[in-house]
T-cell receptor, first 111, second 111 residues
């Protein structure tokens, strides 16, 4: 299956810093998801994008369809933002077999 | 509205034992999925279902069976557990392959 690449794999930052996590994919998609997973916890959907930009609180997600690239930004980061952030895509014209996932970005925000 | 509920949340099995993981959703979704999550890897699709009475193999189906006798339930079975099946299992459901809703995960250890 086509790959979904995330960078960085690990990121440690200080509270208050602006955070950017990147996701790239190889072929056309119908939708891209950003997911959050806290240690030992379930997976929560943060955003679903097919174009443009979405904002929810301190989180912003953007997607550039032509460049096959998406970014997740966290403004004014806080220790409670520490989690694994996962990018997942639904490929265009694919079957019903769901999402293809990146390996995740482990984010630690230190107080 | 409970969303997606997985049971059990934790389980330890001996090699060769069998068990069934239950996924229940109350959103009337047609699509349901079972994934496994292993360290250093993205979530991988085990089996999926596009509706009541239908199932299909995903990327890593060996050693697992599934059933979707009722629309709201998707069962994942391990007939003879192996240590390689130690993993965290996630169930997900979606409407028309758009939004994705995940359960809290089942942490399975096979000794």
């Amino acid at each position: 299956k086509n790959e979904v690449e995330q960078s960085p794999q690990n990121l440690t930052a200080q509270e208050g810093e602006f955070i950017t996590i990147n996701c790239s994919y190889s072929v056309g998609i119908s939708a891209l998801h950003w997911l959050q997973q806290h240690p030992g916890g379930g997976i929560v959907s943060l955003f679903m994008l097919s174009s443009g930009k979405k904002k929810h609180g301190r989180l912003i997600a953007t997607i550039n369809i032509q460049e096959k690239h998406s970014s997740l930004h966290i403004t004014a980061s806080h220790p409670r933002d520490s989690a694994v952030y996962i990018c997942a895509v639904m490929y265009s014209g694919g079957g019903a077999d769901g999402l293809t996932f990146g390996k995740g970005t482990h984010l630690i925000i230190q107080p | 509205n409970a969303g997606v509920t997985q049971t059990p949340k934790f389980r330890v099995l001996k090699t060769g034992q069998s068990m069934t993981l239950l996924c229940a959703q109350d959103m009337n979704h047609e699509y349901m999925y079972w994934y496994r999550q292993d360290p250093g890897m993205g979530l991988r699709l085990i089996h999926y279902s596009v509706g009541e009475g239908t199932t299909a193999k995903g990327e890593v189906p060996d050693g697992y069976n599934v059933s979707r006798l009722k629309k709201q339930n998707f069962l994942l079975g391990l007939e003879s557990a192996a240590p390689s099946q130690t993993s965290v299992y996630f169930c997900a459901s979606s409407y028309a392959q758009v939004e994705a809703f995940f359960g809290q995960g089942t942490r399975l250890t096979v000794v």
